[in-house]
């Protein structure tokens, strides 16, 4: 899966591959296939907002400070999730067991909420100490209030301090990254 709304070539592009449309597009690809190669992880994003809740798969999550300790994700502008984090100003991160590793394809459109089963697309969840959705089956989760959001092109970095963690499996289970798919986001 390539960035949404990638439709021509986008620049800069370096002096070597001058204003020849062919070669901006052969750059363009280049550019591509060196961003897929970076290593990432693979989670599923809990959001909320009043009674709406999300699940989403990300793989743009970073930590990005130790002292406050501050996580930053990258989520897309037309998204649902986009919309619940900035108005709910919380999300959780959940890791991805490997063995579970079918459950990604189940969270990239709006998921939809079982009030009695407390499942999202029949995944079980619970509430948060932020009121955000925590996948019952990851086996860590971290859950960060906003702290900042960074609006950037067609994404906005929002950056969360962590508020509560868990492990919910043993430590050393084994989690899934982008490695372990043939899926790409970005480039
Ligand atoms: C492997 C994979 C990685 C993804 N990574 C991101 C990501 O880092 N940021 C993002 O906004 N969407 C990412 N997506 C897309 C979202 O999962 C989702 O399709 C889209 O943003 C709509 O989510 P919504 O349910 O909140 O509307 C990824 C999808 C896949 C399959």
Redesign the pocket.
């Known amino acids: 899966?390539a960035a949404?709304g990638s439709t021509g070539p986008i620049g800069p592009y370096p002096e070597r591959v001058g204003d020849d449309a062919e070669a901006r597009v052969d750059y363009d690809k280049l550019r591509r296939r060196v961003l897929w190669t970076f290593p990432s992880g693979?989670f599923a994003?809990g959001?909320r907002a009043a009674d709406r809740r999300?699940?989403?798969?990300?793989?743009?999550?970073t930590q990005v400070s130790f002292e406050p300790k501050l996580i930053g994700?990258?989520?897309?502008k037309?998204?649902?999730?986009?919309?619940?984090v900035a108005e709910g100003r919380a999300f959780s991160i959940n890791t991805i067991s490997q063995e579970d590793r079918a459950i990604?394809?189940k969270?990239?459109?709006?998921?939809e909420w079982d009030a009695d089963a407390s499942t999202l697309n029949g995944f079980a969840v619970h509430e948060g100490a932020t009121g955000v959705p925590i996948l019952d089956q990851a086996p860590a989760f971290v859950e960060c209030e906003v702290r900042q959001a960074v609006e950037l092109g067609d994404?906005t970095f929002f950056i969360g301090e962590i508020v509560d963690v868990g492990f919910q499996a043993a430590e050393d289970t084994p989690v899934l990254g982008?490695d372990d798919?043939r899926?790409?986001?970005?480039g």
């Open positions: 899966m949404a693979l994003l959001s999300n699940l989403m798969t990300i793989n743009w999550v994700v990258g989520i897309e037309a998204a649902l999730t986009h919309e619940l990604v394809r969270f990239t459109k709006p998921c994404h982008m798919t899926m790409n986001y970005g």
